[in-house]
């Protein structure tokens, strides 16, 4: 496969209309229209920021439209050119952005400083500069007005009025142009956007590193300005970072050493000064203009994020302008096609269609062009399993809802009962082998960025059902239906007879055997959240500590929030293992300062025990809907 066809397919993830562009399909959602270039004017610029860096820009101004327009800017790493077809165009004006294109938006695409033809220097997620006096100090904020600056006074008829959109980093990009505002912009729509990348996001999710991720993605973004996938020798990826052994071999086998974030995730295996100076926490402390967060239920890469990001707003939101909506959708899923269907799993109408035309659209509309109403509740889900769309005054605890534990029981059982047993002998184990980890999705695994990557969460769990080193606790067949709208917490009382270990906890809704609605569906296992804790980070995600072997130690996972119906007949099914590969790198189940600097002899099996008794009730935590 050519380079730029390699660099479309890894960018897809991120915009979605990649893949088809790369392929030389017709782009999804296109319709019937006249050719763009008959439609758009499209200017290509190099727009001069405050310390005389040059942003490579594209502009895109309707031809049709009859008064001043809005800007709507984009500001990506993955390359404008990315999305061009073959007229040279950007194939986001017929999907992501069709809705807007059509009605009289100019749209604003660009890259980065430092990424393709833009000058300057690449930082990864760049953080917010530290001394905001300095006329020359920069970041993604200042490219973001003095873009902003420059637009208005160089491209005419417009109404004075900017919004910002996009997906993952593209998200972040929105969020890092809101934190001092270009007094212009006057609505932002980040979406799937990393918050903190240590905690819940891209790279490490409670501590644990996500290392075909990790790797994967820094290889591809660092090696050049250029998107430049990592090039495997086979397509099983499982086995070839089996085979890598300590994660040391990364700089000594594969250049690691010459990879900016490589080299950081080494020298940061904890949460330290590095990792918190990135994040958004200490940043969001106002509500600077109307705020679209916007995520989905299987996002592969950022669910934590955007969600996260609402919640740290919406502390501040005395003008009611901070928002979430969170669809049945992987990563990026609502920026394109129909949204009908994700995987095997039927949603029953077209969420993403309805979500640009009705929600996104309606937004913009109403604070950049003073149009319409605007009626959006401070969060409005899609309910999985019902199928159908829901309004909460709150979130992640609405109203009408109370929290019930679903606990682990005896012979394999979950029940909202808690257990009366207080014998020592409560528990099941398995044993924890580095040699044979449990893989994240079937094998054989294709690169992160391969075609399977967007659906691994909504992918059959049976594929799970001989590996012995997985406890699988599951209600009876369900009398009436069980919904959840809210938060989700896993309360572990284990042991292992190491000094670490990581807990995976999967909460599943497994379907009938004779499934009477869909017959392809018979037994299927939907993973609904699944998560990990590493367990050194048990009590303090800055000060690691080693477990004390076979010692009985309670460890809490945040599953986050979700809103699913499990139906009347279903099953609730929650799983617990102590591997997840190679998404998350092996714990050598030995403590040590950093897992970075583990050698091969530290790898060792451990035997894990969960405990399910009065005294240690491990248990999930659901929010149920009265």
């Not at 993830?13 to 004017?41: C, M, N």
């Amino acid at each position: 496969m050519p380079d730029t066809m390699l660099e479309r397919a890894h960018a897809r993830v991120h915009i979605s209309l990649l893949l088809s562009l790369a392929t030389g399909l017709a782009p999804i959602g296109l319709t019937a229209q006249a050719p763009l270039k008959d439609r758009f004017e499209k200017r290509d610029v190099m727009i001069p920021t405050r310390d005389g860096v040059q942003l490579h820009t594209e502009i895109y101004i309707p031809k049709a439209a009859s008064g001043p327009m809005p800007f709507m800017l984009t500001r990506t790493p993955y390359g404008v050119e990315n999305s061009h077809g073959p007229d040279g165009y950007s194939g986001l004006l017929s999907s992501e952005y069709e809705d807007l294109a059509n009605d009289g938006y100019i749209i604003v695409l660009q890259d980065i400083r430092g990424r393709f033809t833009s000058t300057g220097q690449f930082e990864m997620l760049r953080p917010p500069r530290r001394n905001k006096q300095d006329p020359k100090a920069i970041d993604e904020s200042t490219d973001t007005y003095d873009t902003i600056e420059w637009l208005l006074k160089n491209v005419p008829n417009n109404n004075g009025r900017a919004g910002m959109m996009g997906i993952s980093y593209m998200g972040w990009t929105t969020v890092m142009g809101m934190l001092d505002p270009h007094p212009a912009l006057k609505a932002v729509a980040p979406q799937a956007s990393p918050e903190d990348m240590y905690i819940g996001d891209d790279f490490h999710h409670n501590g644990a590193f996500r290392l075909s991720y990790a790797w994967e993605y820094a290889a591809a973004m660092e090696a050049s300005k250029r998107v430049t996938p990592f090039k495997f020798p086979s397509r099983d990826t499982y086995q070839f970072y089996l085979d890598q052994g300590p994660l040391i071999s990364f700089q000594e086998r594969h250049g690691g050493g010459r990879l900016p974030s490589w080299v950081n995730f080494v020298k940061h295996p904890n949460y330290d000064a590095f990792w918190k100076r990135q994040a958004f926490a200490p940043y969001l402390t106002r509500v600077t203009v109307p705020t679209l967060n916007v995520a989905g239920w299987w996002d592969q890469e950022d669910f934590f994020g955007p969600i996260k990001i609402y919640e740290l707003l919406e502390q501040h939101d005395t003008k009611n302008q901070n928002f979430l909506v969170v669809g049945p959708w992987n990563h990026g899923g609502w920026g394109h096609g129909k949204g009908d269907s994700l995987g095997k799993v039927s949603f029953g109408a077209p969420t993403s269609a309805y979500y640009r035309k009705e929600i996104e659209k309606r937004f913009f509309d109403f604070y950049l062009k003073d149009k319409g109403t605007i009626d959006l509740p401070e969060a409005l889900t899609f309910e999985t399993g019902g199928n159908q769309w829901k309004r909460w005054a709150k979130w992640p605890a609405p109203p009408s809802t109370t929290k019930r534990k679903l606990y682990f029981r005896a012979g394999g059982k979950l029940s909202f009962d808690p257990p009366s047993d207080a014998g020592a002998a409560g528990f099941d184990q398995y044993v924890s082998d580095p040699a044979n980890p449990v893989p994240y999705r079937p094998r054989p695994i294709d690169a992160t960025f391969g075609p399977n990557w967007p659906l691994w969460q909504v992918q059959d769990q049976r594929f799970l059902k001989d590996r012995k080193d997985v406890l699988t606790f599951m209600t009876d067949p369900l009398t009436e239906d069980v919904v959840i709208a809210g938060s989700i917490t896993g309360n572990l009382f284990a042991s292992t007879s190491g000094t670490d270990s990581d807990w995976i906890i999967k909460l599943i809704d497994a379907y009938p055997e004779s499934n009477a609605g869909d017959a392809s569906m018979a037994g299927f296992q939907l993973m609904i959240v699944g998560d990990v804790l590493r367990g050194r980070f048990a009590k303090s995600f800055e000060t690691p500590a080693a477990l004390v072997p076979n010692q009985v130690t309670p460890f809490t996972l945040d599953l986050h929030s979700n809103n699913h119906r499990f139906l009347k007949g279903h099953r609730i099914m929650v799983q617990v293992q102590s591997s997840w590969f190679p998404i998350i790198d092996r714990n050598p189940q030995t403590f040590m300062p950093s897992i970075f600097d583990a050698k091969a002899r530290d790898f060792r099996s451990a035997t894990q025990k969960v405990y399910r008794t009065s005294k240690w009730p491990s248990n999930v935590a659901v929010t149920v809907v009265q």
